[in-house]
């Protein structure tokens, strides 16, 4: 099982999160609102973001890191996977289930 997260310009949440559910790369994903402070080409940003955390799982995995590449606006995006060591049995099958 595998969380993912991702942050993203507010105006690309809805349609990363939903194309990643409908693609069936993802069973889940909530949506936060954040604000990033970063250094990017030597100066520091500081922008209104989202952050995703997107429920799939390990067979998913690649195919979800290359859509969020292929739809995110940023030349270097956030993308972060968290390996899970332990997830609740009945989420783990619902979340396998809704990938496949």
């Known amino acids: 099982m595998t969380t993912v997260y991702v942050t993203v310009p507010t105006d690309h949440a809805d349609d990363i999160a939903t194309t990643l559910v ?3 790369l993802a069973a889940c994903v909530n949506r936060f609102p954040i604000t990033s402070t970063y250094r ?3 100066e ?3 922008d209104d973001e989202v952050a995703l ?3 799939t799982t390990d067979k998913a995995y690649r195919e979800l890191e290359e859509r969020v590449l292929d739809l995110h606006p940023h030349d270097v995006p956030c993308i972060e996977r968290f390996n899970e060591s332990h997830v609740l049995e009945a989420f783990a099958d619902w979340r ?3 990938t496949t």
């Open 44 to 46: 520091v940003h500081t």
């Open 53 to 55: 955390l997107v429920k």
């Open 22 to 24: 409908e693609e069936r």
């Open 96 to 98: 396998e289930e809704a």
């Open 40 to 42: 990017w080409e030597d």
